[in-house]
């Protein structure tokens, strides 16, 4: 079992950029993939971007593809999410997530999840 706390999250204009972590307890976070996933208002959560547990293969939804990026540092039992040139759009609770299984896109496919981090980006 894991546990996950997200942070980084805050209130930036168009254009900065963030970088968000996911801090992982337990023994086991090499061996689980990880996600990000986000949830704005009135919407349903969706996928952000997802790594191996050997830190290859990312993947990321078209809306954020050339400008987020995912990484992992599995001896700080930590997974990052870089964001530059964000947008308003990208305005949403920001959440991390472990799976035990293979790289999912769906967050069924997900185990554990953090309490999230709020990003919001002004106009």
Not at 24 to 50: H, L
């Amino acid at each position: 079992q894991v546990q996950l706390v997200e942070s980084g999250g805050g209130l930036v204009q168009a254009g900065d950029s963030l970088r968000l972590s996911c801090a992982a307890s337990g023994r086991a976070f090499s061996t689980y993939n990880m996600g990000w996933f986000r949830q704005a208002p009135e919407k349903e959560r969706e996928f952000v971007a997802a790594i191996t547990n050997w830190g290859g293969s990312p993947y990321y939804a078209d809306s954020v593809k050339g400008r987020f990026t995912i990484s992992r540092d599995n001896s700080m039992n930590t997974v990052y999410l870089q964001m530059t040139l964000l947008r308003p759009e990208d305005t949403a609770v920001y959440y991390c997530a472990a799976s035990r299984g293979g790289v999912s896109y769906n967050q069924i496919g997900y185990d554990y999840w953090g309490q999230g981090t709020q990003v919001t980006v002004a106009s």
